[in-house]
């Protein structure tokens, strides 16, 4: 059996007795002067750790108003995207189902370092780190690779006199 609830863009597939839960999201990796944003979740301290603002593409949205949507909820900040950076996908178990999960990644660009943690998603932190330190506190090893490559784009932007340029992006 295969539906889809196409309010959250989650889809099921039944496989005798277990179900797996397509989802997507879209998330950001928001730069200002060089230093990455990031937040500190922590959650009845099962799940705790920093991770990159992200989160699930709501119905009419697109995934570039998905990211800046998810960065301003989670962070406060209103980011611009530069470009897209690619997808990581994961999967993790939930009870009786697994979610297999894809999220799209944007470079964005702040205009301060100000940011405000979403206390009701239990985020307790946020704040914005130099690349080396941003990708040892980063719990998953799928958003140090999204970092990796998007401070690559950054530091090319950068180098091309290209980061901040309106004509660019």
């Not at 060089?34 to 799940?47: D, Q, S, W």
């Not at 470079?107 to 985020?123: H, N, R, T």
Request: some cysteine; proline content about 2%; overall charge neutral.
């Amino acid at each position: 059996m295969v539906y889809t609830i196409h309010k959250s863009y989650v889809t099921h597939h039944n496989t005798g007795g277990i179900a797996v839960i397509q989802a997507t999201s879209c998330g950001g990796v928001v730069i200002f002067r060089g230093k990455i944003l990031v937040l500190y979740k922590n959650f009845k301290n099962k799940y705790e750790g920093w991770v990159l603002p992200k989160g699930t593409v709501e119905e009419g949205e697109d995934y570039k108003e998905t990211a800046l949507r998810e960065v301003k909820e989670e962070t406060g900040v209103s980011a611009q995207i530069i470009k897209y950076v690619g997808k990581s996908q994961y999967t993790f178990s939930v009870p009786s189902d697994v979610v297999d999960k894809e999220v799209h990644w944007y470079l964005m660009m702040a205009d301060s370092y100000y940011s405000k943690p979403q206390k009701e998603e239990f985020f307790e932190d946020s704040g914005y780190y130099k690349f080396h330190e941003a990708y040892h506190l980063l719990k998953f090893s799928n958003e140090k690779q999204i970092l990796e490559k998007a401070y690559a784009e950054y530091l090319e932007l950068r180098k091309s006199n290209l980061w901040g340029n309106k004509k660019y992006y």
